[in-house]
């Protein structure tokens, strides 16, 4: 069963993808001061494709809200981690290991 209207007011799907768009906005920027503007263009796209997804999963009782912070926080942790183990050199990183020190990190 989906909450056809659990957003007040609901969104029609150009206000989905421009909620998904704001919420990748913010990564933008964060990937842009640690990558490059290519990584975070990248990650600005799949991040709004993400963002999407987030929305949807929200709307059905069986996962909800909880479920999609969740998916959040997993993506958010498995990012952190990749970032960590380039900079620390952790052995089956070193496709990272390029990217990441020449930032500065």
């Given at each position: 069963?989906?909450?056809?209207?659990?957003?007040?007011?609901?969104?029609?799907?150009?206000?989905?993808?421009?909620?998904?768009?704001?919420?990748?906005?913010?990564?933008?920027?964060?990937?842009?001061?640690?990558?490059?503007?290519?990584?975070?263009?990248?990650?600005?796209l799949?991040?709004?494709?993400l963002?999407?997804?987030?929305?949807e999963?929200?709307?059905?009782?069986?996962y909800?809200?909880?479920?999609?912070?969740?998916?959040?926080?997993?993506?958010?942790?498995?990012?952190?981690?990749?970032?960590?183990?380039?900079?620390?050199?952790?052995?089956?990183?070193?496709?990272?290991?390029?990217?990441?020190?020449?930032v500065?990190?």
């Open positions: 069963k989906v909450q056809k209207y659990f957003m007040t007011p609901p969104l029609t799907e150009v206000g989905k993808l421009v909620a998904s768009a704001m919420y990748a906005a913010y990564h933008f920027v964060v990937v842009f001061l640690i990558l490059n503007v290519s990584y975070a263009g990248g990650a600005f799949a991040l709004t494709g963002g999407r997804v987030l929305l999963i929200r709307r059905y009782p069986d909800g809200l909880w479920t999609a912070t969740c998916m959040h926080s997993g993506v958010d942790a498995v990012i952190i981690l990749a970032i960590v183990s380039a900079r620390y050199k952790v052995a089956g990183m070193s496709f990272l290991q390029e990217v990441i020190p020449r500065g990190l």
